[in-house]
């Protein structure tokens, strides 16, 4: 099992629409999650890290399921300015050294007028 | 300006040729990068620093050095260029719990 797992896409949503995504990871021990967002032939910019007990911002709200071992995102009312690639990020190492960070290979969301 | 600066943004090299990348922060962090992007495979990290005396080897460090010049400033090195390090490469940096700040990127070609 791939340590964190996506489905790549394309996710071709209509504006307005409600979109989500998984992403799971396989190390139970992982401590931090975050999801970026990545433009095309851009550098990736964090979006949210998410908590244990789930956070949202705006339109966007990220869960955790320790139990499962998968995060979630959530994209509300979507725009077409939400079409990006989104990368998954696991923490497997205690005290957050970036070292320990791993990449799932990102989501592709096309959201189409 | 960008708190996280790279140079050269694009470079296309002949192989064999030695090709450094040059990475600086504004952000104070003391934890700095170097990540590869290739398509399909996501991002790899090549060597990382924790501060200026420190650097260790990523997932993907042969073929490649590092230089830490200041708590600013992180170089990656290509002694003698392959086509296959053709990739996009990213400097980032962090502070302890924090997420990464990314630099936009070097587009690199070996030909």
């Known amino acids: 099992r791939k340590e964190v797992e996506q489905d790549p896409g394309p996710f071709n949503v209509p504006e307005g629409a409600t979109v989500a995504f998984n992403c799971t990871y396989s190390n139970s021990a992982s401590q931090s999650f975050f999801w970026y967002r990545q433009d095309c032939r851009k550098e990736p910019k964090l979006l949210m890290s998410?908590?244990?007990s789930g956070n949202e911002d705006g339109r966007f709200t990220a869960q955790l399921n320790r139990a499962s071992q998968y995060i979630s995102l959530l994209i509300r009312d979507s725009k077409l300015s939400d079409s990006a690639t989104y990368l998954c990020?696991?923490?497997?190492?205690?005290?957050?050294?970036?070292?320990?960070?791993?990449f799932g290979k990102g989501t592709h969301l096309i959201i189409q007028p | 300006d960008a708190d996280v600066t790279q140079t050269p943004r694009n470079r296309i090299t002949k192989t064999g040729k030695r090709i450094m990348l040059e990475c600086s922060q504004t952000k104070g962090h003391d934890r700095m990068y170097w990540y590869r992007q290739d398509p399909g495979l996501g991002l790899r990290l090549i060597y990382y620093s924790f501060d200026v005396k420190d650097i260790n080897k990523g997932e993907i460090s042969d073929g490649y050095s590092v230089s830490r010049q200041a708590q600013a400033k992180f170089s990656l090195s290509l002694e003698s260029a392959i086509p296959n390090q053709t990739a996009l490469y990213f400097c980032?940096?962090?502070?302890?719990?924090?997420?990464?700040?990314f630099g936009e990127g070097s587009w690199l070609t070996v030909v």
């Open positions: 998410v908590y244990s």
């Open positions: 990020v696991v923490n497997g190492q205690t005290g957050g050294g970036a070292d320990g960070l791993t």
């Open positions: 980032a940096t962090s502070d302890s719990g924090t997420g990464l700040t």
